[in-house]
């Protein structure tokens, strides 16, 4: 079974200008956590490890790392990078969610995968 993550150019480019100014990190760490409103948060951060479980994907120019636990719930999510106004943020496309809180910031899924 393939798992898959996507970055859209505009996420690309953010993390890419993220990374040249840490060239000590081995990649971008995504992933999730037990949070919020809704039970589970992404977690989007630089790594400067990428341990023998994870799971690396060479996307853009840029290495995204995943660690087995996160993996099944964030399997085929499209990352982006958008700005509306004076905020800007990384947005989450998961196939696998089927809820999210009213802020956008948590989300659900049916049953452990």
């Not at 760490?29 to 790594?47: A, E, N, P, Q, W």
């Amino acid at each position: 079974m393939s798992m898959a993550i996507q970055l859209t150019e505009s996420a690309a480019a953010r993390m890419r200008e993220y990374l040249a100014k840490h060239p000590h990190a081995a990649g971008v760490r995504f992933g999730i956590r037990k949070t919020g409103c809704s039970g589970f948060g992404y977690t989007v951060d630089l790594t400067d490890a990428i341990a023998a479980e994870d799971r690396v994907f060479d996307l853009e120019g840029v290495k995204v790392v995943v660690d087995p636990k996160s993996l099944p719930f964030v399997d085929g999510t499209r990352i982006d990078f958008e700005r509306q106004g004076l905020n800007a943020s990384f947005v989450f496309h998961n196939p696998n969610a089927t809820g999210q809180c009213g802020c956008g910031e948590s989300f659900t899924v049916d049953a452990p995968v």
